[in-house]
């Protein structure tokens, strides 16, 4: 009883973070934070299948035929226990109906390709509040590029999808990937720059924020003359996901960390450990889940879980 009551106040904690929310944004953000393995920790694991439309189906799907259809995302997420499912407006209609009720759904509103050569990427917009709302998602997921010659038009859309989805009780999801010509290729993960993303998507409305895991590597001079004067500390992988953590309103912002492409198992486990030894609120694993046979991949999500409820592992424990 102890534990569960301790749960409830760890989910509480975190709601009480968004004061100026409606009751229906935090009863949706509840539904996350409540669902799957982890739910009632206040981790998360989410699984995201954007990857058809960002990267074409070969590239995506063609280590795993199964994950071809629409259906077998939806059944995976469910399965392994996860906190929520991502994904475009096309896979979230395959399969919104027949699996209505079962897991919290995250409607990714805006969708980029790579069939042409861009320096500053902008993407489009494929889904639309109402469309969320009609297929029953408790949130909407939303792409900026910090960096790209085109982020002050992505800034401004998504004020405007965040103003609608949180005034109809949507929770804002927001993928802060650092890309464009204003940025060297390694600044695109570099500390002081995904610290940046972090908070100009929580500036910008976010309720939960998702970026990459951060490098021991600072791409900005004014930004190295800061964290050299204060000795910010960034050296280990858990003190950079704590910087991060600190940079989205001192951990008032859910921050969640993507998996990147396939990686071994045991380095993606020890990104996981100091995801969650440096306060960070969890992971969105998609092509090093689904590019994985079913059973492979119910193992893996499994470890993550167990990981993060300190069940597997040294280190610390939510809450």
């Not at 106040?9 to 944004?25: E, H, V």
Request: one cysteine or more; proline letters at 5%.
């Amino acid at each position: 009883m102890e534990e569960k009551n301790n749960m409830k106040k760890r989910i509480y904690d975190i709601l009480s973070w968004y004061a100026s929310d409606n009751p229906g944004t935090k009863t949706n953000l509840a539904r996350i934070l409540n669902h799957g393995k982890l739910g009632g920790t206040g981790r998360l694991v989410i699984l995201p299948v954007d990857q058809g439309f960002e990267h074409g189906p070969a590239r995506s799907f063609a280590p795993n035929p199964s994950a071809y259809n629409p259906l077998y995302h939806f059944e995976l997420a469910i399965e392994s226990g996860c906190s929520a499912y991502a994904a475009p407006l096309g896979f979230i209609e395959a399969g919104a109906a027949e699996h209505a009720g079962e897991i919290p759904l995250i409607l990714k509103l805006n969708s980029h390709d790579t069939l042409s050569d861009e320096k500053d990427p902008l993407s489009a917009q494929t889904a639309s509040v109402r469309d969320a709302l009609r297929l029953g998602c408790a949130g909407v997921g939303y792409t900026i590029y910090p960096g790209s010659a085109f982020s002050r038009e992505m800034y401004q859309q998504l004020r405007e999808i965040a103003e609608e989805a949180r005034s109809l009780g949507l929770v804002v999801v927001v993928w802060s990937y650092p890309r464009g010509s204003g940025l060297t290729p390694k600044g695109e993960t570099a500390i002081d720059v995904v610290a940046y993303a972090a908070q100009i998507a929580c500036q910008l409305g976010a309720h939960i924020v998702k970026v990459k895991l951060p490098a021991d590597y600072i791409e900005q001079a004014a930004a190295r003359k800061a964290y050299e004067t204060y000795h910010v500390p960034i050296k280990t992988p858990e003190e950079r996901v704590r910087h991060i953590v600190q940079s989205a309103f001192d951990g008032r912002r859910i921050v969640i960390f993507s998996g990147g492409a396939k990686e071994e198992d045991e380095v993606f486990f020890s990104q996981v450990r100091a995801i969650r030894d440096g306060g960070g609120f969890g992971s969105i694993i998609g092509r090093n889940t689904f590019q994985r046979p079913r059973e492979d991949a119910l193992r893996f999500l499994d470890k993550i879980m167990k990981i993060y409820t300190g069940a597997a592992g040294s280190g610390i424990t939510p809450g």
